[in-house]
């Protein structure tokens, strides 16, 4: 069994930051992409940050220049330092690993349940 929990997400003023986490557990051999996506009410998931194994990193262009992705390979874990946060950045981010798990034949896509970012004044 695997498991990813997000944590970090609440509300913060237009202009602040915020930093979400999210930690994989269980029978896990090797843990390749980590992402960010996110959804906001009425819209579709989109992906906002995504890191290899390697540590190469990509972006959504709305989000380039005020969000960064970074992991700790160590502990399994995925972080994303979220600065300058807009309204618009409001929406259920979600943490999304591609990974495989001990015993598994192939790489399987994991996600978490979501933790709200609301961006209010």
């Known amino acids: 069994q695997v498991q990813l929990v997000e944590s970090g997400g609440g509300l913060v003023q237009p202009g602040g930051s915020l930093r979400l986490s999210c930690a994989a557990s269980?029978?896990?051999?090797?843990?390749?992409?980590m992402a960010w996506y996110r959804q906001a009410p009425g819209k579709e998931r989109e992906s906002v940050a995504t890191?290899?194994?390697?540590?190469?990193?990509s972006y959504a262009d709305s989000v380039k220049g005020r969000f960064t992705i970074s992991r700790d390979n160590a502990k399994n874990t995925v972080y994303l330092q979220m600065d300058s946060l807009r309204p618009e950045d409001t929406a259920v981010y979600y943490c999304y690993s591609n990974l495989m798990r001990r015993g598994g034949l192939v790489r399987q896509n994991y996600w978490g349940r979501g933790t709200q970012v609301i961006v209010s004044s």
């Open positions: 890191i290899t194994n390697g540590g190469t990193t």
């Open positions: 269980g029978s896990i051999v090797t843990i390749y992409t």
